[in-house]
């Protein structure tokens, strides 16, 4: 029962509560990385487009206290989406942090950095959060002495454990899933490389053509002029937040079931966002409507393998016209779908690499849908354990 909980500030259970460094060393080509709020991803950070400072920059920084250590929880406090990228530090670089970031480390003989890690994440903590703490206009931000003030409840140590090791067997699996999926993508890719872009010579019975030779590129609806009518149960509107997330949440706009039926979206349906930012996904966030700004892409002759990896083998290309637009929203429009080149093989080379290719995307399709609904069960779960309302011991997974 929560009266059996403990209630205390954030800072009376953690050690330590700072944030990174105030100044940003400039960059170099050879040396350590240091991290800012856009390199987070759901459990760690992403290294590959991670900036580097010099090793003296980054020892200086390691003095003043700006390089986590392993269980440390960081948390963006900076900018749109703060308090939104959480996670517990596990990876082995380490590397030097911006101010942007927050860093909490745990007094263990209180509260464990798995149990506050969900603490933190649960939807009314959060919601407390940007009511209570964002402060400034232009950029809001969390300063520390607020994080020092925030209120946590939590029980004995051997019943965080208890909560911790629920919700981590459904993160773990969805981990899992996600890395498998990040293999299997890396296979189809470096097929479809071989077979289509490193190559001397276009095969015998192969031929040139476009991205519009190879399927339909459907635009959304200004979903405005749709909404839910009376008592209706509105849809989910896809737009450019909820496919870069992968999900649509609460905030997501609504609209009609009366819309068309092509415009309605389903798990495996291929999106490419032609307006704002640039991205092209295989959609498993369930159905929802699509919205302008995005296209719906299929076809009557090819499967989803092969005008998915030629429409994500021209976003870079497409990413670099947008930014060459004078406008304040760089766009792609259907001429440039026209213009980028792709090569279709002869139907029997055609049938043999789908043999390949289709198992694979649907096997990435299947882990992506399970591990939403995995995420969907953690997220039902997590403000029940969190407050006491349920008992662990009456989880079973």
Not at 125 to 153: C, E, H, N, T
Not at 161 to 167: E, F, K, R, Y
Request: with cysteine.
């Amino acid at each position: 029962m929560t009266y059996e909980w403990n209630h205390s500030t954030i800072n009376d259970v953690c050690v330590l509560v700072t944030d990174g460094s105030h100044s940003s060393p400039k960059s170099v080509n050879d040396g350590k990385y240091m991290v800012s709020v856009k390199d987070f991803t759901d459990y760690g950070f992403d290294f590959a487009s991670c900036r580097m400072i010099s090793n003296d920059d980054y020892e200086t920084l390691k003095r003043n206290g700006c390089v986590p250590q392993i269980d440390d929880i960081l948390i963006g406090k900076d900018g749109a989406r703060f308090f939104e990228d959480i996670i517990i530090y596990r990876q082995r670089e380490k590397p030097a942090l911006l101010s942007s970031i927050a860093i909490l480390r745990c007094d263990k003989s209180k509260i464990l950095p798995d149990f506050l890690y969900y603490v933190l994440r649960t939807p009314s903590f959060r919601q407390d959060v940007k009511d209570k703490y964002g402060s400034g206009s232009a950029i809001p931000r969390i300063i520390l002495k607020d994080f020092k003030r925030m209120m946590v409840s939590y029980p004995s140590l051997e019943k965080q454990q208890a909560i911790i090791s629920v919700l981590t067997a459904i993160d773990s699996k969805i981990q899992a899933n996600t890395e498998i999926n990040d293999n299997l993508y890396a296979q189809a890719k470096a097929i479809f490389d071989n077979h289509f872009i490193n190559i001397d010579a276009i095969p015998a019975g192969w031929r040139k053509g476009n991205l519009l030779d190879i399927a339909n590129y459907l635009n959304g609806l200004a979903m405005q002029k749709f909404r839910p009518q009376g008592n209706e149960i509105g849809l989910p509107v896809l737009k450019i937040k909820e496919l870069r997330q992968g999900s649509c949440d609460d905030s997501s706009e609504l609209c009609s079931l009366r819309i068309k039926p092509e415009y309605i979206i389903h798990d495996g349906d291929v999106i490419f966002s032609w307006s704002g930012s640039l991205l092209v996904d295989i959609w498993c966030g369930g159905t929802c409507g699509l919205n302008q700004h995005l296209f719906k892409v299929t076809s009557d002759i090819y499967d989803k393998w092969f005008y998915y990896l030629w429409t994500a083998h021209h976003l870079a290309r497409f990413i670099a016209i947008a930014a060459d637009k004078a406008t304040t929203m760089g766009h792609i429009k259907r001429e440039e779908l026209a213009k980028a080149e792709v090569l279709i093989p002869c139907e029997e080379d055609y049938t043999s690499l789908t043999s390949i290719m289709q198992p694979i995307f649907e096997l990435i399709i299947s882990n992506r849908i399970e591990a939403r609904k995995l995420a969907a069960l953690r997220d039902e779960l997590l403000p029940k354990l969190m407050s006491g309302e349920i008992d662990v011991s009456a989880i079973q997974l």
